[in-house]
Every structure is written in C-alpha cells, then in structure tokens.
C-alpha cells in the first residue's frame, strides 16, 4: 500500500481513467442532443448494448472492426428510431419508453447471440481496435504516456466535444435545437419542424449511443457477453445532469466517472483489504450523487421530458 502512488500507479490509473470515460461520453454526447432538444433518452443503456452486440457481429462476419463500429452505429440509430417514434411521434411517456427500450436490448441481444453463436462456454472473440501511438506527442513525458497511446475511438470521442459545442453555440442548427428544447411552440412558430428536430437528435443519441457501446466490446475487450454495459448507460444520463448539458460539462463529468471505475480496479488489484463489492459501488455512488442534485443545482432544457402537441 505504501507505494500505491507512485509515478507508474498514477500514469497507469490515468490512462484507464481516460479509457473507462469514454463509452460514458459517447452515450453521454448522444444524451445531450437528445436532451437538448427536449426528449429524455433514459434507452442509452439499451442502445449502447445493441451497439457493443451488433460490432461484435459486424466484426465477426467481416474481420474489420471498422466495419464492426459502422454496424453497431447504424443498429444504435435503429433502436433510436424506434425510440423517437414512440416517444416523439406517439408520444408515450419517455421515462416509461426508455425503460422499454432498455429490455428490449437486454432480449434481443440474448437471443440473437445465441442464435448465432450458439449456446458458448467461453465468448466468441473478434477483431479489435489496438492502441496507436501519435508520433512526436506520445513520446511526451507522462503525458504522452497518458493521452496518446490510446484507440483510434479514445481521439474520436475527445474529437467529437469541441465539434458538438461548436454545433450548439456556433450554428443555426444549435440554435434551432436549443430552441426546441427551451420554447418548442416558439420554434414551431417560426417555422422549425419541431418533431424532425427532436427525432434527428434522438437518431444522433443512439448513434453515439451504439459508438459507445462498440467501444466496449471492441475497444476495452473483443467479445460479448450478457448485459456487458453494466449501467453505463445510466451513468452516461447522470454525466448529462452533472455536466449542465454543455459538451465540455459533459466531458468532465465522464472522467470523473472514469477516475472513479479507474481507481476501484486499481485499488482491488493492489490487494487491499476492503470488500470489492463495496469498491464495485464507488462509481455508481457517484452517479446518485450526481442525480440527486448533491454536485449543484442545474437547470434543465425548459421542455424536458415534455411531448410538444401542437
């Protein structure tokens, strides 16, 4: 224990912190559109599983993980479609929706491994992302270390927090988004189709969604196994209250998720004495500290959760 924090321990931690955040600000990013624009997208659990089930399958068949990742975005989209039907066009209750959502993932998933698969001892295993160092700031003391030994989709995701706050402040499209998800008879008013607005977000969301989902499967391991999302979907849609629905709120929030999955990991390979039931509970403990409103008050999309009826 003594030596828990040494140099290499803390270089070690920080590059599965920025690792263990990524799938969270994936389907956080997506949450964000979705919420933005006023639809609580409470299904990026379910969608980030589909996505980590469909790269899978996509790699398999393929042998390119590439093409595995194109595959589980467009099923993360298909599973959002049908997600913005029933809550934007239908109009059924989103909280109750996501929930649907969510199980429906959990079934189809299961069955449709083992219908192709069959019934395994040890999980198929598949082509995956390998780390790739980026010349000249890799070789950067410690930093380097940390921020550019990693994945193609670790630089996809930072990438992607810069392009959706110039998006939302710098745009008209932002723009129109905001607008929808603060004053949606405002938008409608003066001419902003209101319904394709929100469905388009919650297309985005399940498309980050199932990017996020790829990256575990793809990314951290190379195989499938049962409900191997394990909450991060949820804690993506914590990452979005924590965050104050702004990209880079949305990103802190996510490596502070990611510390916290880091250290728990760190902490029981070092042999400490403490349950790791109770090491398991750490980010998650988080997660409810964030949605209760402990880390600050924060003020929502005005139209949040609200089906616009003209």
Same mark, same amino acid.
């Given at each position: 224990? +003594?030596?828990? *924090?040494?140099?290499?321990? =803390?270089?070690?931690?920080?590059?599965?912190?920025?690792?263990?955040?990524?799938?969270?600000?994936?389907?956080?990013?997506?949450?964000?559109?979705?919420? +933005?624009?006023?639809?609580?997208?409470?299904?990026?659990?379910?969608?980030?599983?589909?996505?980590?089930?469909?790269?899978?399958?996509?790699?398999?068949?393929?042998?390119?993980?590439?093409?595995?990742?194109?595959?589980?975005?467009?099923?993360?989209?298909?599973?959002?479609?049908? *997600?913005?039907? &029933?809550?934007?066009?239908?109009?059924?209750?989103?909280?109750?929706?996501?929930?649907?959502?969510?199980? =429906?993932?959990?079934?189809?998933?299961?069955?449709? #491994?083992?219908?192709?698969?069959?019934?395994?001892?040890?999980?198929?295993?598949?082509?995956?992302?390998?780390?790739?160092?980026?010349?000249?700031?890799?070789?950067?003391?410690?930093?380097?270390?940390?921020?550019? +030994?990693?994945?193609?989709?670790? #630089?996809?995701?930072? &990438?992607?927090?810069?392009?959706?706050?110039?998006?939302?402040?710098?745009?008209?499209?932002? =723009?129109?988004?905001?607008?929808?998800?603060?004053?949606?008879?405002?938008?409608?008013?003066?001419?902003?189709?209101?319904?394709?607005?929100?469905? $388009?977000?919650?297309?985005?969301?399940?498309?980050? $969604?199932?990017?996020?989902?790829?990256?575990?499967?793809?990314?951290?391991?190379?195989?499938?196994?049962?409900?191997?999302?394990?909450?991060?979907?949820? &804690?993506?849609?914590?990452?979005?209250?924590?965050? +104050?629905?702004?990209?880079?709120?949305?990103?802190?929030?996510?490596?502070?998720?990611?510390?916290?999955?880091?250290?728990?990991?760190? &902490?029981?390979?070092?042999?400490?004495?403490?349950?790791?039931?109770? !090491?398991?509970?750490?980010?998650?403990? !988080?997660?409810?500290? $964030?949605?209760?409103?402990?880390?600050?008050?924060?003020?929502?999309?005005?139209?949040?959760?609200?089906?616009?009826?003209?």
């Amino acid at each position: 224990m +003594k030596d828990i *924090f040494n140099i290499t321990f =803390l270089i070690a931690l920080l590059s599965a912190s920025i690792r263990l955040s990524v799938p969270i600000l994936f389907a956080a990013l997506g949450g964000m559109y979705s919420e +933005k624009s006023g639809v609580v997208n409470i299904g990026l659990e379910g969608m980030m599983l589909v996505g980590a089930f469909a790269g899978v399958v996509g790699s398999y068949f393929t042998g390119s993980y590439w093409i595995g990742t194109i595959v589980a975005v467009l099923s993360g989209m298909l599973i959002a479609a049908l *997600f913005a039907l &029933i809550t934007v066009k239908i109009k059924i209750n989103q909280i109750v929706s996501g929930v649907a959502i969510n199980l =429906l993932a959990v079934g189809i998933t299961s069955f449709f #491994y083992r219908a192709l698969f069959g019934i395994t001892t040890v999980p198929i295993t598949v082509n995956a992302f390998s780390p790739v160092s980026i010349p000249i700031l890799s070789d950067i003391p410690i930093i380097g270390e940390i921020l550019f +030994k990693q994945t193609a989709l670790v #630089y996809i995701a930072f &990438i992607l927090v810069p392009i959706s706050h110039y998006i939302f402040y710098k745009t008209s499209l932002g =723009l129109n988004i905001r607008t929808v998800g603060e004053h949606p008879m405002a938008a409608d008013t003066v001419g902003i189709p209101v319904e394709k607005v929100r469905t $388009a977000c919650v297309l985005i969301s399940g498309a980050l $969604a199932g990017l996020g989902g790829s990256f575990l499967s793809l990314g951290q391991f190379n195989m499938f196994v049962d409900n191997m999302v394990s909450g991060r979907g949820f &804690i993506a849609v914590a990452a979005v209250i924590f965050g +104050k629905w702004s990209p880079t709120g949305v990103l802190m929030a996510s490596l502070i998720f990611g510390v916290a999955d880091a250290l728990q990991i760190r &902490i029981q390979m070092s042999g400490v004495s403490i349950p790791y039931q109770f !090491l398991l509970m750490f980010p998650y403990i !988080l997660t409810v500290v $964030a949605v209760t409103g402990i880390v600050g008050r924060t003020t929502s999309p005005k139209a949040l959760g609200t089906p616009y009826e003209k």
